[in-house]
């Protein structure tokens, strides 16, 4: 059964970078797609953006400019940073395995990250 | 990348059944077979019910299933249970590997 864990810091100040890792254990990352998804307290999904394993990435376009994605495949993990961050970015932040076809089958418990000065 | 179109809100009696739509565009839902489904109880991460329109993850009961006609997809819930109270996403591939949420629908009993 692959386990998603996310980890970083829960408190980002304003205009600052928001940096999250997710690792990944009980399966290896070297195949397919792996996800960022945040949800805003109180609001709905939104997708940030996908890696392959390869390490070619695909984001949201209004993010574009703002999100970068990485996978580091010799610790099984990939990150996410998002650069200029402002009170609109205070969200739970999920790492999820896949995308097409099967749609993103598996789940880290979420990390709330609140961004304030 | 315009979030895909949910009802807030959809309610039953136990036993009885609950659909909910998700409605697109040409680019998104109409496009392509790859509507999933979701399941999210308060304070818990999705978890996946449905993908590539109707079909469901092993561990999935088959109370739950997924349709599409045009640009609108929709979720059933057939025979209503108690843990079935839950909000319900949508999301849809939209093509050069961008993917979009629908907005969320809140399931409740009557």
């Known amino acids: 059964q692959v386990q998603l864990q996310e980890s970083g810091p829960g408190l980002v100040k304003p205009s600052e970078t928001l940096s999250l890792t997710c690792s990944v254990s009980?399966?290896?990352?070297?195949?397919?797609?792996w996800t960022w998804i945040r949800q805003p307290p109180g609001k709905g999904l939104e997708w940030i953006g996908c890696?392959?394993?390869?390490?070619?990435?695909n984001q949201k376009t209004s993010l574009n400019s703002r999100v970068t994605i990485s996978v580091d495949t010799s610790k099984n993990q990939f990150s996410l940073k998002l650069g200029s961050v402002t009170a609109a970015d205070t969200a739970v932040y999920y790492c999820?395995?896949?995308?097409?076809?099967?749609?993103?089958?598996?789940w880290g418990q979420g990390t709330l990250v609140t961004v304030s000065s | 990348q315009s979030a895909l179109t949910q009802p807030p809100s959809a309610s039953g009696s136990p036993g009885q059944s609950v659909t909910i739509s998700c409605t697109g565009t040409s680019s998104d839902v109409g496009g392509y077979n790859y509507v999933s489904w979701y399941q999210q109880h308060p304070g818990k991460a999705p978890k996946l019910m449905i993908y590539?329109?109707?079909k469901r993850p092993s561990g999935v009961p088959d109370r739950f299933s997924g349709s599409k006609s045009g640009n609108t997809a929709s979720l059933t819930v057939s025979g209503l249970q108690a843990e079935d109270e839950a909000d319900y996403y949508c999301?849809?591939?939209?093509?050069?590997?961008?993917?979009?949420f629908g907005t969320g629908t809140k399931v409740t009993f009557l």
């Open positions: 999820a395995r896949g995308g097409l076809p099967g749609g993103f089958d598996f």
């Open positions: 009980g399966g290896s990352i070297n195949s397919g797609y």
């Open positions: 590539e329109v109707s």
């Open positions: 999301t849809s591939y939209a093509g050069s590997n961008i993917y979009v």
């Open positions: 890696i392959y394993y390869t390490g070619s990435t």
